[in-house]
């Protein structure tokens, strides 16, 4: 098996993060890592794209996205004071306190030492997309900056690069990525490790005026960030044996 894969992968890197779980409400849980779905947005913002436009350019069809946890990190709860913003509000408000703040329970993601860091390849079927997000990447030309899920927490991208991943298959290997649980046979557990398993959106569709999500189990290791199973298949790079949230 000798297929070759164009892609680009960077890393996402910041001091908080917030991925909200999308069934909760009055506590706003977040994921540890971002979503499909929140990559997607990150990186049609990058490039400009209008909110809920880029659905089908950036489809499970035409995408290949990988994730993988490069830090360790913990959660807590912290009270957020939000300010209704409306057409009412001016700076006058802002002066006088009339802010009508509400308070709610927000948990966020904070790094045990140093700074939140993802890894993230990403492939587009269409080659002059793949090839403008290195270079907005590389030099920092963002449409619209990236953030690490809420706009509050902003984040900043290092290391873009090109490659060539190839795919393989192996009875039993490491993957350093996070894995959506079809992929997944055989999976050895170790005591020392300790594995997870949480339900995303991998995916929006748009129609009748709503948006659409589409929801998928993902298998990760939060401390150790390998897995060790037989994968139906997976690709490599130099460093990472990888799978997609998409397969």
């Not at 002066?95 to 390849?121: A, C, F």
């Not at 050895?188 to 594995?195: T, V």
């Not at 997870?196 to 995916?203: C, E, K, L, V, Y």
Request: proline residues 4%.
């Amino acid at each position: 098996m000798d297929e070759k894969l164009n892609a680009i992968s960077f890393e996402l890197v910041g001091r908080f993060a917030h991925f909200r779980k999308y069934y909760t409400n009055t506590s706003s849980l977040t994921y540890d890592f971002p979503p499909r779905t929140t990559v997607i947005g990150l990186l049609a913002g990058i490039l400009g794209r209008k909110r809920d436009s880029y659905y089908e350019e950036f489809s499970l069809e035409n995408t290949l996205t990988a994730i993988l946890l490069k830090s360790s990190n913990r959660k807590l709860i912290q009270t957020v004071k939000n300010i209704h913003t409306g057409e009412k509000f001016g700076i006058g408000n802002l002066i006088s306190g009339d802010r009508n703040p509400s308070l709610t329970q927000m948990q966020l993601i904070v790094p045990e030492l140093g700074e939140i860091r993802y890894k993230i390849y990403f492939h587009h079927t269409d080659e002059e997309t793949l090839s403008e997000l290195y270079h907005r990447m590389n030099d920092k030309r963002y449409c619209y900056p990236p953030f690490m899920g809420s706009a509050q927490f902003m984040a900043d991208i290092e290391n873009p690069k090109r490659l060539k991943m190839r795919k393989s298959s192996e009875k039993k290997i490491e993957i350093h990525s996070v894995c959506p649980e079809t992929v997944i046979r055989g999976l050895e557990f170790d005591l020392k490790n300790s594995i997870f398993r949480d339900i995303q959106p991998i995916s929006f569709s748009w129609s009748d005026g709503k948006r659409h999500p589409m929801y998928r189990n993902m298998i990760y290791s939060k401390f150790r960030h390998t897995l060790k199973f037989s994968p139906k298949y997976y690709y490599t790079t130099d460093r990472d044996n990888i799978v997609f949230l998409e397969k």
